[in-house]
C-alpha cells in the first residue's frame, strides 16, 4: 500500500497525522464538514503513521520508519525543485515563501469516507 493512500485512511480515523520530516495533517471538523489543515512544523514522530506501515507490511519499526524518510525525501525534494506533491484525492503540497504549504481538494471519494454526519433525529 502506498504511504500516501496511508495518510489518506489515517485521517478516515484520526484528527492529526503527523507525517515525520514533513509535517502534520490536522482535520478540523465543523457540523456537517471538516477542512484538512497541514502544520510543517509538527513532524516528530509519533508513531500513529510508523505502526500503520509496520502492521500492514509486515516489516520491523526501522523499516517503516526507512519508508517514511523516504517518502519525505522524494517529496521535499520535487518541491525544491521546483514541483509539487500530489496526494491524490486530498491536495497537494507546494513551496510558499520558502514554507511547505498544502493546498487541501475536496474530493468526492474521500469527502464520503471522511465526513462525520450528524445523526437524524427521529420521533
Known sequence: ???????????????????????????????????????????????????????????????AMLRITEFSGLVLNQLQNGKSYKIEGLGEFFLKAEKIAFEYSAHQEIDNLIRVEEPVATE
Open 1 to 63: 500500500m502506498k504511504i500516501d493512500d496511508l495518510i489518506i485512511e489515517l485521517i478516515q480515523e484520526n484528527k492529526n497525522v503527523i507525517i515525520p520530516g514533513l509535517g502534520s495533517f490536522i482535520k478540523s471538523e465543523g457540523k456537517g464538514s471538516y477542512t484538512i489543515l497541514f502544520n510543517e512544523y509538527l513532524k516528530y514522530n509519533d508513531g500513529l503513521l510508523q505502526n500503520k506501515i509496520q502492521q500492514l507490511s509486515s516489516c520491523s519499526k526501522e523499516d
